[in-house]
């Protein structure tokens, strides 16, 4: 399974989705305006408000065990 984890202001972190294939959560970010940046390590978007030039929001995805 995987978590898709919203990252907001002051590195405040909860949790959005969860999915059983990583593909479905990139296809979700995708539609959002999201894209993968390397130079983060997390999906970001490029609207133009916030400190580093996106909307202040970034999202991880995080694989997790199930029982």
Same mark, same amino acid.
């Given at each position: 399974? &995987?978590?898709? +984890?919203? +990252? =907001?202001? *002051?590195? $405040?972190?909860? %949790?959005?989705?969860?999915?059983?294939?990583?593909?479905? !959560? @990139? #296809?979700? !970010?995708?539609?959002? =305006? &999201? &894209? %993968? $940046?390397?130079?983060? *390590?997390? &999906? +970001? /978007? /490029?609207? *133009?408000?916030? @400190? $580093?030039?996106?909307? =202040?929001?970034?999202? !991880? @995805?995080? #694989? +997790?065990?199930?029982?």
């Amino acid at each position: 399974m &995987y978590l898709l +984890i919203r +990252i =907001g202001t *002051n590195d $405040s972190r909860s %949790y959005e989705l969860v999915s059983k294939t990583k593909k479905k !959560l @990139i #296809e979700h !970010l995708k539609e959002k =305006g &999201y &894209y %993968y $940046s390397t130079k983060c *390590n997390r &999906y +970001i /978007d /490029d609207k *133009n408000c916030g @400190i $580093s030039g996106g909307s =202040g929001t970034d999202f !991880l @995805i995080h #694989e +997790i065990d199930v029982l």
